[in-house]
């Protein structure tokens, strides 16, 4: 039998509509459209927008919310970070994965783009709490050449194995970064996820020592030396991307990359702070948003990171233009959607219902006279009311079913996993 459901009197563009679905697919969109059969959500007094697409995560990550507070990324990874993620088991990853959906879902997140060890655990979790997901067999050798073999096996078969996921959680090929994963490695994942249809999710140019590093080792910037490897002929998705020159952007724009800007994370690591927008959206570089994991952002709430990057744009290009709020929607949206090859991001028929209806009876759209701009600059994620991904309501009326045991098996977790450790 067919999932129906039918959003009643919600606000679309301004006017009172309902919105009508069937499997997962927005199907009509009118006045007065009949309910038949269908499951009822009352819309009076919200508006609708698409789910945000969060282009950058690590979603186990939640379990080392506020670790290494006040350190540089080199330090933060060598130090805190690493050693931390030797601890994490199976299950830690299963829960840890879980906090960070329940998170998403409160913020108005359909749809996620992870990297992270034992992704079939993650992908589990993800397929049932019922997020659109993409998770990444992640990569990084250290530059260990006797490690090949043994990845090139473990890729292929957890390549196999992710055949068997739910058709809303899709595998890729993760290439941490240029600095931690050999020459041959990376050309071998990058052809791997080209004979096999895969994205490929990776860091680049996080920080400006990253660029020296690279330009120290191989004479190029990382984008110039990933270019030189013609691995970015696959189908790529660089993560932070905020270290580029013109040559750079050049290169990404021809080579079709997709770039996620991660400003949060960038700032509290103190890696940087001009994000080239403007020049990589003229290029013609597809431009999207992401909160990188919580043990660096804190949070995954794509609103926040929405207001930081226009805050942040407007800011050191001295110009209150800059990122429009047409373009910033669509950066958390659809362009993240157009990114990972889906059809959400947009709110009509024939697209996915991956949506949010977000409260406008409070305070923060009081008075309303331009919605995106209180949503973006007013309002934060307690406005969203109720999320559908695929069809089906995830939330309602702020509430996930399970959050509760969620919350405390993250706590049981926690403490049995790091329990003598003091932070």
């Known amino acids: 039998m067919k999932s129906k459901l039918l959003i009643k009197n919600v606000t679309l563009n301004g006017a009172i509509s309902d919105i009508y679905i069937v499997d997962g697919i927005i199907t009509k969109i009118g006045s007065?459209?009949?309910?038949?059969?269908?499951?009822?959500?009352?819309?009076?007094?919200?508006?609708?927008?698409?789910?945000?697409?969060?282009?950058?995560?690590?979603?186990?990550?939640?379990?080392?919310?506020?670790?290494?507070?006040?350190?540089?990324?080199?330090?933060?990874?060598?130090?805190?970070?690493?050693?931390?993620?030797?601890?994490?088991?199976?299950?830690?990853?299963?829960?840890?994965?879980?906090?960070?959906?329940?998170?998403?879902?409160?913020?108005?997140?359909?749809?996620?783009n992870d990297q992270y060890w034992q992704e079939s655990v993650s992908a589990r979790a993800a397929a049932e709490m019922g997020i659109r997901s993409f998770h990444s067999f992640v990569i990084m050798d250290y530059r260990?050449?006797?490690?090949?073999?043994?990845?090139?096996?473990?890729?292929?078969?957890?390549?196999?194995?992710?055949?068997?996921?739910?058709?809303?959680?899709?595998?890729?090929?993760?290439?941490?970064s240029a600095y931690s994963?050999?020459?041959?490695?990376i050309i071998?994942?990058?052809?791997?996820?080209?004979?096999?249809?895969?994205?490929?999710?990776?860091?680049?140019?996080?920080?400006?020592?990253?660029?020296?590093?690279?330009?120290?080792?191989h004479s190029y910037t990382p984008t110039h030396y990933l270019e030189d490897l013609r691995v970015l002929e696959s189908n790529v998705i660089a993560a932070h991307s905020l270290w580029v020159d013109d040559y750079d952007i050049e290169i990404l724009a021809k080579r079709g990359v997709k770039v996620v800007h991660n400003v949060?994370?960038?700032?509290?690591?103190?890696?940087?702070?001009?994000?080239?927008?403007?020049?990589?959206?003229?290029?013609?570089?597809?431009?999207?948003?992401?909160?990188?994991?919580?043990?660096?952002?804190?949070?995954?709430?794509?609103?926040?990171?929405?207001k930081t990057a226009a805050l942040l744009q407007k800011g050191w290009r001295r110009d209150p233009k800059a990122l429009p709020q047409n373009e910033l929607i669509d950066i958390a949206t659809l362009n993240g959607a157009k990114a990972l090859g889906i059809n959400s991001g947009v709110i009509e028929e024939g697209a996915l219902a991956d949506l949010s209806l977000v409260d406008t009876d409070n305070l923060h759209f009081t008075p309303n006279f331009d919605f995106l701009s209180n949503l973006i600059f007013s309002a934060n994620s307690s406005s969203i009311?109720?999320?559908?991904?695929?069809?089906?309501?995830?939330?309602?009326?702020?509430?996930?079913?399970g959050e509760e045991e969620i919350l405390s098996n993250v706590r049981r977790v926690v403490k049995r996993v790091f329990n003598d450790i003091k932070f």
């Open 385 to 401: 009311n109720s999320v559908i991904c695929n069809g089906k309501v995830v939330m309602h009326d702020r509430y996930v079913e």
């Open 188 to 217: 071998w994942g990058c052809k791997f996820a080209q004979e096999n249809n895969l994205l490929v999710h990776m860091h680049l140019s996080e920080t400006e020592r990253e660029n020296f590093k690279s330009i120290r080792e």
């Open 264 to 306: 949060n994370s960038n700032l509290k690591l103190g890696s940087g702070f001009q994000f080239n927008y403007n020049e990589m959206r003229d290029a013609g570089v597809l431009v999207t948003l992401g909160t990188d994991g919580c043990a660096s952002s804190n949070n995954l709430d794509m609103l926040e990171a929405m």
């Open 32 to 112: 007065s459209l009949p309910q038949g059969r269908a499951e009822l959500l009352e819309g009076r007094g919200m508006a609708v927008i698409p789910g945000f697409v969060n282009m950058h995560t690590h979603s186990p990550m939640t379990l080392m919310r506020g670790v290494g507070e006040g350190l540089s990324l080199t330090e933060w990874l060598n130090d805190r970070i690493w050693p931390l993620e030797k601890r994490l088991d199976e299950e830690a990853i299963y829960w840890g994965t879980k906090l960070a959906i329940l998170e998403m879902f409160k913020s108005g997140t359909t749809t996620f």
């Open 181 to 185: 994963v050999s020459e041959d490695m």
């Open 144 to 176: 260990d050449k006797e490690l090949y073999d043994q990845i090139v096996e473990s890729a292929q078969k957890a390549y196999k194995e992710s055949k068997k996921w739910s058709s809303l959680n899709h595998f890729t090929i993760g290439i941490h």
